[in-house]
């Protein structure tokens, strides 16, 4: 019989994040730290539009880019938040998740044997995404050293006459790691000089904590070079509604629109109508959920300092990256045995790049009831693995 598959998906590994969860979910008295999921829900006022717009029989399709209105909304909430100015007629595409944007920019941008430089440890999709488009990653390693942040030397080092697109993934799942104007402003001088174009993933955009948060698209001469996808599933705890948006240069967008087009008609109505009511009254709701994420943010870090594990502090997202690498365990071995014997879920860094080996990914957005009682058991299984060392 012939082989009914596709080469290329056969080639690529399931994601490294699924594993633990499915084990959690049969074992009692479990807690995660591995979802990267707001454990608020969405916020009511956001709900009620939702539920009025089902109850007013608004289940129909919208126009392939979107509710014109959200789009609107959308642009303003741009300019308002973080300086950018995007047609909003043209520029501007409502996809399902800021994962279906990621899809269609490479799609639409890279030819077969394009390269991508992806900084890693990053977001478990660019990888496969970029090589079912017919790409070609090629990962930069970055360092802990360097807070995980993506220096212009290491951009400099990896560009060859191939490479098209480069991925910015800030502030980073899973780091938490930022990138601050001078930061992007250096790679942006790097990114003009050598005519490379930016897939700039910017979900977590509402989530820092060190300063308000920089897009490259906002450094003069990098407009017209950027795709900056986001969405409302971190900012404003809508994961299930399925709802995300690409902004670019309309010579992209249209090339992205025709894909989104044949592939997914629209994104779901009601959460359009719901997403408006999140743009023009969202604003305190984001800044709530903010607070609280980094109350939780400082509460680890000042654990994680007081048991002697060794970690950077973070200061994007809802993850912290600890290292374990004094266990002389693999990631993968140090999450197991941990959800095994103390039932505490987390990922492994190796989920997210092979140069995550020696770290895991805690996610903080559950409450800090639950996060107490999970690092209370962290500790009790770090003190036995020390322990057993000092026996050997």
Not at 94 to 105: K, R
């Amino acid at each position: 019989m012939r082989n009914p598959l596709n080469e290329k998906i056969t080639t690529i590994k399931p994601s490294g994040i699924r594993k633990f969860f499915d084990i959690v979910s049969e074992m009692q008295d479990a807690i995660s730290l591995g979802v990267g999921e707001p454990d608020f829900d969405t916020p009511w006022h956001i709900r009620d539009e939702g539920i009025f717009t089902l109850e007013k029989g608004r289940t129909f399709y919208t126009s392939n880019a979107g509710l014109k209105e959200l789009r609107i909304e959308i642009a303003k909430y741009l300019d308002r938040r973080f300086h950018l100015q995007y047609d909003p007629l043209k520029e501007i595409l409502i996809t399902v998740g800021g994962s279906e944007g990621i899809d269609n920019a490479f799609r639409a941008m890279l030819d077969p044997g394009d390269e991508v430089l992806i900084p890693q440890p990053s977001y478990v999709s660019y990888e496969p995404c970029c090589i079912l488009a017919g790409g070609v990653p090629v990962i930069i390693e970055l360092k802990e050293e360097d807070q995980f942040r993506l220096t212009a030397e290491e951009l400099e080092a990896a560009i060859t006459p191939k490479t098209k697109m480069l991925v910015l993934p800030f502030p980073n799942n899973p780091t938490g790691a930022v990138m601050e104007k001078s930061d992007l402003e250096a790679i942006a001088k790097v990114v003009i000089e050598h005519d490379l174009f930016v897939l700039s993933d910017e979900i977590y955009a509402e989530l820092c904590y060190l300063e308000k948060h920089t897009s490259i698209a906002s450094i003069p001469g990098m407009r017209e070079r950027t795709i900056v996808i986001n969405g409302f599933s971190k900012s404003h705890a809508m994961t299930g509604w399925r709802l995300g948006y690409a902004c670019g240069p309309q010579v992209i967008m249209d090339q992205m629109l025709k894909i989104h087009q044949f592939a997914i008609m629209c994104a779901p109505t009601n959460s359009q109508y719901a997403a408006v009511e999140a743009m023009r009254n969202g604003d305190e709701d984001v800044a709530m959920m903010r607070e609280q994420y980094n109350q939780r943010r400082r509460f680890l870090v000042h654990e994680f300092e007081r048991m002697g594990l060794e970690c950077f502090e973070p200061f994007g997202a809802f993850y912290i990256f600890p290292s374990i690498k004094e266990f002389g365990m693999t990631s993968d071995e140090f999450a197991t045995r941990l959800l095994r014997e103390e039932k505490v879920a987390v990922v492994p860094g190796t989920a997210f790049g092979d140069c995550g080996e020696g770290f895991l990914r805690i996610s903080y957005a559950y409450s800090l009831d639950n996060l107490k009682i999970a690092l209370g058991r962290l500790e009790k299984f770090i003190l036995k693995l020390r322990a057993e060392a000092e026996q050997k």
